[in-house]
C-alpha cells in the first residue's frame, strides 16, 4: 500500500470500530479477517477496556473475571493454551470464623414471584418484592442479590429485565458452568488483537462527538497529536451507554433509539483484590472448610476466593453499597477490606493486614471511560438492547454488552461485537 493511501484509510476507512473492548475487538476481527478497512479508536492506552489484570503472582482482576465454560471467550482461551479454573458455585457466611450455610433458594423464588407480577405491567424491583409473599429475609436476600450480582439499585431497576436476564443466566443458584484464568483474563484482549494488523488500533484516542450525515458518520476525536476528525460510511459504536448518551449527538439516533437508550443505565462496582501470603492462605483454608463465595453484612456484601487454589480474596461491593463507598482513598478501602476479612475469620486486623502481600482497587462508577460496571435497564426498558442492535440508516450499528442478548457479560459484549460485525458485512455485500 502506498503511504498516502495509508494515511487515507486511516481518516476514512470502510469501517471505524469505536472501543477496543472485548465487543470493539472481536468486531475488528471478523471484519479485518472478511477483508475490510478497518480502523479501531480506542481512548485508553491498551485493549480490553473492563476486563483488567493486574499482573503478579496470583494476578489481580480488576474488571470481570467469570467466564461461561462453554462460551466463546473461554474456547478462545483454551485455544491460546491458559489454563481455566472451574468455578463451584459454593456460598456461605463468616462470622468470626464460624461458617454458615447460605441457601439463595427462598430468595430466588421471591425474584421469581416477582417477576410473575410483571404481567400486569413492569414495576421496580423493590416495589414487585415489597408485593410478594416472601418474607422480610427473603425479600432482603433477593434485593442484596440482585444490588450485588446485577449492580443494579433496586429502587430503580425493572423487574422484567431482571427476569429475563435471571431466566437466561445461571446467577447464584446455577451450577458448574463458569471458569476462571489462572494467569488473568487480560490473555483474552491479547489474543484478540493479536491477528490485528499493527497500526490498526489508535490508542489514546478519545471519541468526543458521532454526528450523522448522508451515508456518512463524522467522528471528532481527541488524539495524541491533537483533535481530529474520521468520517466513513459504516461505525461500529461499542461504549457503554453512559458514555454512548454523552458522544452521540441527539440527531444521531431515531426516536426509538434514543428513548431506549434514555432507559439503560451503568451499575458501580467496587472491587478491591488482595494477595495473601501463601501460608496464612492455606492455614486458612486448612482451618476452615472455605466455600468459593462469602457473604458479609459489612461494607463490601460479597467475596470469592481463586481461581483455583491461588493466595488471593476479592472483595465486591455493588450496587447502592459501592455508593457508600465511594471517594475512599486506596488505602481506606484496603483497610475497610482487611477490617471486614479479619471480623469474618476471627482474627484481628493487624495480623490479617500483616498477611497481605499485594492490594488492588477499583472504583468502576468512576471510571472516566466507563461510567458504571455493567448495564441495567430502568422499568419499561427490558427491550431496550434489542431495539439498540437494530442498525441506524446503515451507517451506524451500536455494539457493546449493553447492545445483546447477554448484558454485563464478556459473552455479551463478544455476541453483540459479532453482530455488529455481520450486520456491517451485509451491507457491503446485499444478498
Ligand atoms: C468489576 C467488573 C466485574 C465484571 N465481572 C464480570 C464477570 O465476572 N464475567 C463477565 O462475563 N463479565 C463481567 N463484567 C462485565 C464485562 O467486563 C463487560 O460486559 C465487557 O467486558 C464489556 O465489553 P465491551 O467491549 O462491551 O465494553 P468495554 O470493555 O467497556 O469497551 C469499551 C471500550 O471503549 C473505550 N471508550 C470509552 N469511551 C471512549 C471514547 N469516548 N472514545 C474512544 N474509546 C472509548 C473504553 O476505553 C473501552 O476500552 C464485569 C465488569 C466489571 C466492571
Known amino acids: 500500500m502506498h503511504p498516502d493511501d495509508d494515511e487515507a484509510m486511516m481518516n476514512s476507512p470502510d469501517v471505524v470500530v469505536v472501543g477496543a473492548g472485548v465487543s470493539g475487538l472481536v468486531a475488528a476481527r471478523e471484519l479485518h479477517e472478511a477483508g475490510a478497512g478497518v480502523r479501531v479508536l480506542e481512548a485508553r492506552n491498551r485493549p480490553g477496556g473492563r476486563v483488567r489484570t493486574r499482573a503478579g503472582d496470583p494476578p489481580l482482576e480488576l474488571g470481570a473475571?467469570?467466564?461461561?465454560?462453554?462460551?466463546?471467550?473461554?474456547?478462545?482461551?483454551?485455544?491460546?493454551g491458559a489454563t481455566l479454573c472451574p468455578v463451584p458455585v459454593t456460598h456461605g457466611r463468616m462470622h468470626?470464623?464460624?461458617?454458615?450455610?447460605?441457601?439463595f433458594g427462598p430468595a430466588l423464588r421471591v425474584l421469581r414471584e416477582a417477576g410473575d407480577l410483571t404481567a400486569e405491567g413492569d414495576l421496580p424491583l423493590a416495589a414487585a418484592l415489597h408485593a410478594t409473599s416472601g418474607d422480610s429475609d427473603a425479600r432482603a436476600m433477593a434485593a442484596r442479590y440482585v444490588e450485588q450480582y446485577h449492580a443494579a439499585p433496586v429502587g430503580s431497576v425493572s423487574t422484567l429485565w431482571v427476569t429475563r436476564i435471571e431466566e437466561g443466566s445461571e446467577g447464584a443458584g446455577?451450577?458448574?458452568a463458569q471458569v476462571q484464568v489462572a494467569s488473568g483474563l487480560d490473555v483474552l484482549p491479547t489474543t484478540l488483537s493479536r491477528p490485528l494488523p499493527e497500526g490498526m488500533i489508535s490508542y489514546g484516542t478519545v471519541v468526543r462527538q458521532v454526528v450523522r450525515g448522508e451515508g456518512v458518520v463524522r467522528l471528532s476525536l481527541e488524539g495524541p497529536d491533537g483533535p481530529g476528525t474520521v468520517t466513513s460510511p459504516r461505525v461500529i459504536l461499542t461504549l457503554p451507554p453512559a458514555i454512548l448518551a454523552r458522544v452521540l449527538l441527539q440527531s444521531a439516533l431515531p426516536r426509538g433509539h434514543r428513548r431506549a437508550l434514555a432507559l439503560l443505565r451503568m451499575g458501580g462496582v467496587m472491587k478491591v483484590g488482595l494477595r495473601?501470603?501463601?501460608?496464612?492462605?492455606?492455614?486458612?483454608?486448612?482451618?476452615h472448610d472455605l466455600p468459593k463465595f462469602l457473604h458479609s453484612m459489612g461494607a463490601f456484601p460479597t467475596?470469592?476466593?481463586?481461581?483455583?487454589?491461588?493466595?488471593r480474596l476479592v472483595a465486591w461491593a455493588g450496587g447502592s453499597a459501592s455508593a457508600r463507598l465511594r471517594g475512599l482513598l486506596r488505602k481506606e478501602l484496603v483497610e475497610l477490606a482487611v477490617a471486614e476479612l479479619a471480623t469474618m475469620i476471627g482474627r484481628s486486623a493487624r495480623e490479617v493486614a500483616s498477611q497481605i502481600e499485594g492490594a488492588a482497587c477499583r472504583d468502576w462508577g468512576r471510571d472516566a471511560m466507563t461510567r458504571g460496571a455493567y448495564t441495567h435497564a430502568l422499568v419499561g426498558g427490558a427491550e431496550a438492547p434489542t431495539v439498540l442492535a437494530e442498525p441506524v440508516d446503515g451507517t451506524l450499528f451500536l455494539a457493546g454488552e449493553a447492545v445483546s442478548e447477554s448484558v454485563g457479560t464478556v459473552e455479551g459484549a463478544w455476541q453483540a461485537g459479532v453482530r455488529a460485525a455481520n450486520q456491517v458485512l451485509a451491507m457491503r455485500h446485499p444478498a
Open 65 to 80: 473475571e467469570f467466564l461461561q465454560a462453554d462460551g466463546p471467550a473461554a474456547a478462545e482461551i483454551r485455544a491460546a
Open 96 to 103: 468470626h470464623g464460624e461458617l454458615e450455610a447460605v441457601d
Open 174 to 176: 446455577g451450577g458448574d
Open 303 to 311: 467475596w470469592w476466593t481463586g481461581p483455583g487454589d491461588a493466595p
Open 276 to 287: 495473601l501470603r501463601r501460608d496464612f492462605w492455606l492455614d486458612l483454608r486448612k482451618d
